[in-house]
C-alpha cells in the first residue's frame, strides 16, 4: 500500500470524525489535537483506519505520535510488516 | 465543598451538582464518588429542592473509573464506590436531570445513565469502551443499556466499544435532547425548570416510580456482572491489556 493511499485513509477518518475542518487539503505536519480533535475523536479516528487498513497498532505506540505524518508513517510500516 | 464537586443553587428548587476535576477528568475516583454521594445525601432532606441538575466540565461529563480502580478489579475487589453512586441516582428522592456538555464514557455514562433525564451534546462522545480494555461492562451495563437503547444498540456499544457522538444517538432512546454544546446546561434546565414548580410529594412518588426498572436492572446485573469480572481478571492477561490500552489523556 502506498504512502499516499495511507494519508487518503487517515484523512477520510479525520474528517468523517471531526468538525470545521479546512475544506482543502489538510496540513499532514499538525497534530489531530490542533485541527481540533478531541482524545476520544482520536480513538474513533485511529481505529477507524486500522480496521480499514486491516493493521492493529498498540496504544503505546500510538501514544508517542506528534503529528498526522507520525501516524501516516507508522501505519505504513505496520501495513508493510503485516 | 472545595473538592471536586461543587454545588450551587439556580433556581428556586433546583440545585446543581457539578463534577470538577480537571486533573482526573472527572473520573470516577474515590474523592469523586464519595463528594457526589455525600452532595446527594446532603441535598436529600431539603424540603424546598424539586430537581438536581448533574453537571461535568464543559469538555468532559464523566470519563469513567481511574486506573487505580481498574486495579483494584483486578485484584478481586467487589465493592466498588461507582455502583453505590449509581444507586444513590436512582433512588434519590426527587428527578435528576443530567447536563451531558462533554464526554460520557464507560462508567461515567452508565452514571449519566441513571438520571432521570438527559441532554446530551451534539459533538461530545459517548460509549461504553470496556470492551476495549479487555474486559466486560460493569455498572449495571449489560442489563441497563439493552433495557435503554434496545438490543442492537447496546449490542454494538457493549461488544465494539465504539464512541458515539451524541448526534449519531439523536433520537435512539438514550437522551431527551441532543442539542449544541453551549446550549446543554440551557436545555437541561428548562427540563428542570418544568418540574421545579410541581408539588414535591408528586415528583418523588413518579420519580420512584419511573426509576424502579433501572433499579431492577442495576440489581440483576450486578452479579452476572461481577462473576464476568472475576472470569477476567482470574487471567493475567487482562491486566497487561488494561495497562496498555486505558486511555491515559
Known amino acids: 500500500m502506498t504512502r499516499e493511499a495511507v494519508v487518503d485513509v487517515v484523512i477520510r477518518n479525520l474528517r468523517m470524525n471531526v468538525d470545521g475542518l479546512p475544506a482543502g487539503e489538510i496540513d499532514t505536519s499538525r497534530s489531530m489535537k490542533e485541527l481540533g480533535a478531541s482524545s476520544l475523536d482520536i480513538v474513533e479516528i485511529v481505529s477507524g483506519s486500522m480496521r480499514e487498513l486491516r493493521i492493529r497498532v498498540p496504544r503505546t505506540e500510538l501514544a508517542k505520535l506528534k503529528n498526522i505524518d507520525d501516524l501516516v508513517d507508522l501505519f505504513v510500516r505496520s501495513a508493510a510488516a503485516a | 465543598?472545595?473538592?471536586?464537586?461543587?454545588?450551587?443553587?439556580?433556581?428556586?428548587?433546583?440545585?446543581?451538582?457539578?463534577?470538577?476535576?480537571?486533573?482526573?477528568?472527572?473520573?470516577?475516583?474515590?474523592?469523586?464518588?464519595?463528594?457526589?454521594?455525600?452532595?446527594?445525601?446532603?441535598?436529600?432532606?431539603?424540603?424546598?429542592?424539586?430537581?438536581?441538575?448533574?453537571?461535568?466540565?464543559?469538555?468532559?461529563?464523566?470519563?469513567?473509573?481511574?486506573?487505580?480502580?481498574?486495579?483494584?478489579?483486578?485484584?478481586?475487589?467487589?465493592?466498588?464506590?461507582?455502583?453505590?453512586?449509581?444507586?444513590?441516582?436512582?433512588?434519590?428522592?426527587?428527578?435528576?436531570?443530567?447536563?451531558?456538555?462533554?464526554?460520557?464514557?464507560?462508567?461515567?455514562?452508565?452514571?449519566?445513565?441513571?438520571?432521570?433525564?438527559?441532554?446530551?451534546?451534539?459533538?461530545?462522545?459517548?460509549?461504553?469502551?470496556?470492551?476495549?480494555?479487555?474486559?466486560?461492562?460493569?455498572?449495571?451495563?449489560t442489563r441497563l443499556l439493552p433495557a435503554l437503547a434496545g438490543p442492537f444498540l447496546a449490542a454494538e456499544m457493549i461488544l465494539t466499544g465504539a464512541l458515539f457522538r451524541g448526534r449519531d444517538l439523536r433520537g435512539r432512546g438514550l437522551f431527551n435532547h441532543v442539542v449544541p454544546a453551549g446550549e446543554v446546561r440551557g436545555a437541561a434546565l428548562d427540563l428542570a425548570l418544568r418540574m421545579a414548580d410541581k408539588p414535591r410529594h408528586v415528583l418523588e412518588m413518579l420519580k420512584m416510580t419511573l426509576a424502579l426498572p433501572r433499579r431492577r436492572a442495576l440489581q440483576e446485573a450486578m452479579a452476572t456482572e461481577h462473576l464476568m469480572h472475576q472470569v477476567c481478571f482470574g487471567r493475567e492477561d487482562t491486566r497487561a491489556a488494561v495497562e496498555a490500552a486505558y486511555l491515559r489523556s
Open chain 2, 1 to 141: 465543598m472545595s473538592g471536586v464537586v461543587r454545588v450551587e443553587a439556580l433556581e428556586p428548587g433546583i440545585v446543581e451538582v457539578r463534577i470538577d476535576d480537571p486533573e482526573g477528568r472527572n473520573r470516577l475516583s474515590d474523592a469523586v464518588c464519595d463528594e457526589l454521594m455525600d452532595a446527594l445525601a446532603g441535598l436529600r432532606g431539603d424540603p424546598a429542592l424539586r430537581v438536581v441538575l448533574l453537571a461535568g466540565r464543559p469538555d468532559v461529563f464523566c470519563a469513567g473509573a481511574p486506573l487505580e480502580t481498574l486495579h483494584r478489579l483486578s485484584e478481586g475487589a467487589v465493592d466498588v464506590k461507582d455502583l453505590h453512586l449509581s444507586e444513590r441516582i436512582l433512588e434519590f428522592p426527587v428527578p435528576v436531570v443530567g447536563a451531558l456538555e462533554g464526554h460520557a464514557v464507560g462508567g461515567g455514562l452508565m452514571v449519566a445513565l441513571c438520571c432521570d433525564l438527559l441532554v446530551a451534546a451534539e459533538g461530545a462522545r459517548y460509549g461504553v469502551n470496556f470492551v476495549e480494555l479487555g474486559f466486560t461492562p460493569g455498572m449495571g451495563t
